[in-house]
C-alpha cells in the first residue's frame, strides 16, 4: 500500500546532540512537510518542501534542519540549538488536489 | 496571518447523539480546508476534504460544511458512538495550495457508551 513511513517510533536525545528522524513516501508526491504537536496543540509547520532539492522554511523553523536529495525522502534534523525539542513529530506528504497524507509520527524526548 | 480556532475544546456525549464540532478562520483567501482525527498517540487519519470553491462534503455519518466568506467550518457527526471517541483537527491550506496546513488546536471528543 502507499503511504508514509516514520522512524524510529520513539527517540532520545542527550543534551548537545544532533538527531535525525526519517520521512520515507511512496505516493509519488512532490511536496513533503514537517510539523511539530506539543500536547494540547495543534500542529506547528517547521519546514516544507514543494520539488526536490529545494525546501521552506515554515513558522519554527530555528533549531532544525532539513534536506530533499530524493523525491521520496525528506529527513528533519534536530540540532542542539533547538532547547525545547521534546514534542511530537508528524510528517506529510501532498500530491495536489488531495488530502494531505501524514505519517505515524516520531516521538521524541530529552535524557 | 491564518489563525485557525476550533470550539468546543473537549466534547462529552452520551452514545447515540447527533453533534457539531466548529472551526473559524480568519482569512478567507484559502485553498481547501480539512477535517483530521487523531487517536491517542498516533498520526492523523484524513476524514473530509473540502475545496475552496465547494459548500459541503459527505462521507458515511460525517458531513463537513464550509462557508468561505464568513471563515467557518462545521463537523457534523450522526449517531455517534464509542468508536468516534478522538480529537478531532480542522487545518486550512492556504496560498497557492502546495504551502502547509494551519492548523486548530482541536476538539478532543469523549462518546460515552
Known amino acids: 500500500d502507499g503511504g508514509i513511513t516514520q522512524s524510529p517510533k520513539y527517540l532520545f536525545r542527550k543534551e548537545g546532540q544532533n538527531v535525525t528522524l526519517s520521512c520515507e513516501q511512496n505516493?509519488?508526491?512532490?511536496?513533503m512537510y514537517w510539523y511539530r504537536q506539543d500536547p494540547g496543540q495543534g500542529l506547528r509547520l517547521i519546514y516544507y518542501?514543494?520539488?526536490?532539492?529545494?525546501?521552506q522554511k515554515g513558522d519554527i523553523a530555528e533549531g532544525y534542519s532539513v534536506s530533499r536529495e530524493k523525491k521520496e525522502s525528506f529527513p528533519l534534523t534536530v540540532t542542539s540549538a533547538q532547547k525545547n525539542p521534546t514534542a511530537f513529530y508528524l510528517c506529510?506528504?501532498?500530491?495536489?488536489?488531495?488530502?494531505?497524507?501524514f505519517g505515524d509520527g516520531t516521538r521524541l524526548s530529552i535524557l | 496571518k491564518q489563525e485557525v480556532t476550533q470550539i468546543p475544546a473537549a466534547l462529552s456525549v452520551p452514545e447515540g447523539e447527533n453533534l457539531v464540532l466548529n472551526c473559524s478562520f480568519t482569512?478567507?483567501?484559502?485553498?481547501?480546508l480539512q477535517w483530521f482525527r487523531q487517536d491517542p498517540g498516533k498520526g492523523l487519519t484524513s476524514l473530509l476534504l473540502?475545496?475552496?470553491?465547494?459548500r459541503e462534503q459527505t462521507s458515511g455519518r460525517l458531513n463537513a460544511s464550509l462557508d468561505k466568506s464568513s471563515g467557518r467550518s462545521t463537523l457534523y457527526i450522526a449517531a455517534s458512538q464509542p468508536g468516534d471517541s478522538a480529537t478531532y483537527l480542522c487545518?486550512?491550506?492556504?496560498?497557492?495550495?502546495?504551502?502547509?496546513?494551519?492548523f486548530g488546536k482541536g476538539t478532543h471528543l469523549i462518546i460515552q457508551p
Open positions: 506529510a506528504s501532498w500530491g495536489g488536489g488531495q488530502p494531505q497524507h
Open positions: 505516493l509519488n508526491h512532490d511536496a
Open positions: 518542501s514543494q520539488i526536490v532539492n529545494d525546501f
Open positions: 482569512d478567507s483567501a484559502i485553498y481547501n
Open positions: 473540502i475545496q475552496s470553491s465547494q
Open positions: 487545518a486550512v491550506h492556504s496560498g497557492g495550495g502546495a504551502d502547509g496546513l494551519t
